[in-house]
């Protein structure tokens, strides 16, 4: 089985040992014998805290994902939580999972409340309207998702490769405690990177509390595996009628070309 991830962003000199480590990290989830390669966009803005930006970011990883089924995968993961899974699903003819979907449709088999803490407003509302979009707004929490503060930033992200207890794990905590005294009993990171980095540091529970802490990466990794044999083994992939039913090429050739995307 081989499987793609593909990054929201491209693969920037600045966070290699971000890359090198969330590679580390996932390929040693999957079963044996299957195979995880990593897909960085050429042409992103590197941006995603942007719901205009989001939406550029979308088409290239569309894009994306188009070329890994093209090059033979047998399924792809959007690993950002802000991601096009409903357009990707139309076009592709494999498994598509993405992080937030799969994670939270895990979170519901886990206890029955649960809560994100992402690592900005501007996702924690895209987070907020996945969630609702999905049908999942009665398993949350009052306000579902919310943010740490101060924001992250890169600088954040580079210390937590090592220390994520200094400054991203008190942060993190202060705001999954509130969403716990409101109920959550799951607790999933809103984010793609700092998932595997708190769980790399053993970091699996609130502390003090018998609350999870889930990494969305990992269980996406797990659920696209699953997908992945199910579609294998029976060839069930996708309802190909309405929503998710396959654009013919020469239906959508034009849109691509005035993009410059072939």
């Not at 966070?15 to 044996?32: D, F, G, N, R």
């Not at 999942?136 to 210390?159: C, G, Y």
């Amino acid at each position: 089985m081989q499987l793609c991830w593909i990054h929201p962003t491209p693969r920037t000199t600045e966070l290699e040992a971000l890359w090198q480590a969330l590679a580390t990290s996932m390929s040693a989830i999957v079963a044996p014998g299957n195979r995880l390669d990593f897909r960085f966009l050429e042409n992103s803005g590197g941006f995603t805290r942007s719901l205009y930006a989001e939406h550029l970011n979308s088409v290239l990883m569309v894009e994306a994902a188009i070329q890994a089924q093209d090059e033979d995968y047998d399924g792809v993961l959007l690993g950002c939580w802000n991601d096009p899974l409903w357009e990707a699903r139309e076009m592709l003819d494999i498994p598509v999972a993405s992080v937030g979907e799969q994670s939270l449709l895990a979170a519901l088999t886990m206890g029955h409340r649960f809560a994100v803490v992402t690592v900005a407003e501007k996702t924690a509302f895209a987070i907020e309207r996945d969630i609702q979009a999905y049908g999942l707004s009665e398993r949350a929490i009052r306000q579902p998702v919310r943010t740490i503060r101060p924001f992250s930033d890169t600088n954040l992200l580079k210390e937590s490769l090592t220390h994520p207890e200094s400054r991203f794990l008190p942060r993190f905590e202060n705001v999954a405690r509130q969403c716990i005294a409101d109920g959550a009993e799951i607790i999933l990171v809103g984010c793609a990177y700092y998932g595997p980095l708190l769980r790399r540091a053993g970091h699996y529970q609130i502390t003090g509390t018998a609350v999870p802490i889930v990494d969305a990466s990992a269980i996406a990794v797990k659920y696209l595996e699953a997908m992945t044999g199910v579609a294998q083994t029976t060839s069930l992939v996708k309802s190909y009628a309405n929503a998710f039913a396959g654009v013919p090429s020469t239906a959508i050739e034009g849109g691509r070309d005035a993009l410059s995307l072939r």
